[in-house]
């Protein structure tokens, strides 16, 4: 019983839904102080936005995401093999329990960096929250990368093969000038779930910590997550085996909010068939990315794939360079209507707690 009471209180105190739950259960006395939370919460969402629109991400010394790519390439050279094994349950236990550890440390970590937050005015406590949101979250660069393809697409097909290859791990030397826009598009509509939607919703949910796990977690899939062959010389590692847990545990905590991109995505569209959405969401490998890559491909009117997996709205148009601007254009509208939710959450906790 105690266990579940420092748990239930933990998550009171860290995750913004339970202030808001806090709130609509509290009396009249106890709203305006869960009020003052929401604000801080609110308010966190709104500078995190601000800051990423603003200057982007953070020097690459003081990035929390680029200490988790470090760590995490550092105990992949420990618990990945480098040799070939059809079956390998050590590889799998050790990368179970190195993703455990890592979330374990960043979970701890940033839940005192919350709780610690001196008991001072919300906007204050805001404001601190928003700071050490921002690096968890990345919309600026996802747009810019995006439209840098389109850009050197305009040169020449080689300059945009070579600026695709930056984004996606697949081989982009034999593509054509719609399959490297296809491959933009689904590469914003996917990252558009993982770097800001799926952030935020982890940090709804469980505040920093839940944010910061989150963002170890998609990082751990693109570095330990796709199965075989990885790396060069001595550095070369075979990952079928001790990717699986961080490619699994992407997977869960991918799922509410990769839906949740489509939806918005649906929304700002004005709607989408959902049948038709729900096929292309299942002829994907990942159980998540065909959500929002199926909801672009028919808010544009598109056709997205990739050669020899999948193809997504088939009966849709070759994109073309109107297609990318049109997606960004969607994406940051996205974007947008999660800051002017926020907005709103933040306009009426003020209303409650000070009229």
């Not at 579940?4 to 806090?22: E, F, G, K, M, R």
């Not at 760590?71 to 618990?79: E, N, P, R």
């Not at 970590?109 to 050490?132: D, H, N, R, T």
């Not at 952030?199 to 990082?219: D, E, I, K, M």
Request: glycine share 8%; with cysteine.
């Amino acid at each position: 019983m105690t266990e579940i009471h420092l748990t239930a209180v933990l998550a009171v105190a860290l995750s913004p839904l339970a202030w808001v739950y806090q709130w609509w259960d509290a009396d009249s006395a106890g709203q305006a102080f869960w009020a003052q939370q929401i604000m801080a919460g609110t308010l966190a969402v709104l500078v995190a936005l601000l800051l990423d629109r603003m200057w982007g991400e953070p020097p690459v010394w003081l990035h929390p995401v680029v200490l988790m790519g470090k760590l995490l390439g550092a105990l992949g050279k420990w618990i990945a093999p480098s040799v070939y094994k059809p079956r390998d349950f050590k590889s799998f236990v050790l990368g179970m329990i190195a993703w455990c550890a890592l979330a374990a440390l960043f979970f701890v970590v940033y839940a005192l960096c919350q709780w610690l937050l001196p008991p001072s005015q919300w906007w204050w406590q805001g404001l601190v929250l928003g700071v050490l949101l921002k690096p968890l979250l990345s919309w600026r660069m996802l747009k810019e990368e995006v439209l840098a393809v389109e850009a050197a697409l305009q040169q020449s097909l080689p300059a945009g093969r070579e600026r695709l290859s930056w984004l996606v791990s697949r081989d982009t030397s034999q593509l054509d000038a719609g399959t490297v826009r296809e491959s933009a598009i689904e590469t914003l509509a996917e990252n558009l779930s993982d770097s800001v939607i799926a952030p935020l919703f982890w940090f709804a949910l469980l505040g920093l910590p839940g944010a910061a796990v989150y963002r170890l977690a998609n990082t751990a899939d693109a570095m330990w997550g796709y199965p075989g062959w990885r790396g060069q010389g001595a550095q070369r590692r075979y990952w079928q085996w001790a990717g699986k847990w961080a490619a699994r545990a992407d997977d869960v905590l991918n799922w509410l909010p990769a839906r949740l991109t489509a939806l918005l995505i649906a929304s700002m569209a004005r709607g989408l068939p959902c049948k038709a959405l729900r096929q292309d969401a299942r002829v994907t490998p990942s159980p998540n990315g065909g959500w929002p890559m199926g909801a672009m491909a028919l808010a544009l009117g598109v056709r997205l794939g990739k050669p020899g997996v999948y193809v997504l709205n088939a009966q849709g148009d070759v994109p073309g360079a109107a297609h990318v601007a049109q997606a960004v254009r969607l994406a940051a509208g996205v974007v947008t209507m999660v800051a002017l939710l926020s907005t709103a959450l933040l306009v009426a906790a003020c209303v409650v707690a000070y009229v």
